[in-house]
């Protein structure tokens, strides 16, 4: 008898807010709704940036050809430096808008560097993926620390309390209940 209820209640029970509320995750996930930024989407840049310098295409050529793998907020201003470096602007003059993003502020210097030394840029460049890489492998490091310790809070104030209902509070009745017998 309980099983033809729950067979019952089963057949009657609407299936399709469950299946959509099962789905929904997946399809956020899908259609690209708007999730953490991929800290190693600049490190992947700065080598393929490295690469196509070291296959021996001009910088603004090269920046460009690297742009739509850009994240959005660095995309900006290494537009700028393309369009900049496209038209024959002065190399470090060009790199002065790559300077004002923190993103891009390194790849900049070393640009400026390259442009009044004449050094490749490739190898800079190739070093400030490395160097990018490290930061970001650094930063997820001390966020699954810091994640670590504050899992920790939750967990001594629902432990603490059975500790001490199930640990010292009897001991502390025991101890007390002999105290006022012998008294």
């Known amino acids: ?11 009657c029970y609407p299936r399709r807010p469950v299946i959509d509320r099962l789905r929904a995750p997946r399809a956020r996930r899908v259609r690209g709704g708007a999730g953490p930024p991929d800290p190693l989407a600049l490190p992947a840049t700065w080598d393929l940036l490295a690469a196509v310098l070291t296959a021996g295409l001009p910088v603004a050529t090269a920046v460009r050809a690297v742009l739509p793998g850009v994240p959005p907020a660095p995309a900006e201003p ?5 369009d900049l470096l496209g038209f024959g602007a002065d190399p470090v003059e060009a ?9 891009t502020a390194s790849l900049a210097r070393a640009a400026r560097r390259s442009a009044r030394s004449g050094a490749a840029l490739a190898s800079a460049v190739k070093d400030l993926a490395g160097t990018a890489r490290v930061e970001a492998d650094n930063r997820s490091e ?10 920790a ?3 001594a104030l629902c432990f603490l309390p059975a500790f001490l209902c199930l640990g010292v509070a009897p001991v502390v009745i025991g101890l007390a209940r002999d ?5």
Do not use: E, N, Y
Request: without cysteine.
């Open 78 to 82: 290494l537009r700028r430096v393309a």
């Open 1 to 11: 008898m309980i099983f033809l209820l729950f067979a019952l209640a089963l057949a």
């Open 179 to 183: 105290v006022a017998t012998h008294w």
């Open 142 to 151: 001390a966020r699954a620390q810091r994640a670590a310790v504050l899992v």
């Open 153 to 155: 809070g939750p967990l």
């Open 95 to 103: 790199w002065a808008p790559a300077l004002a993003d923190p993103a």
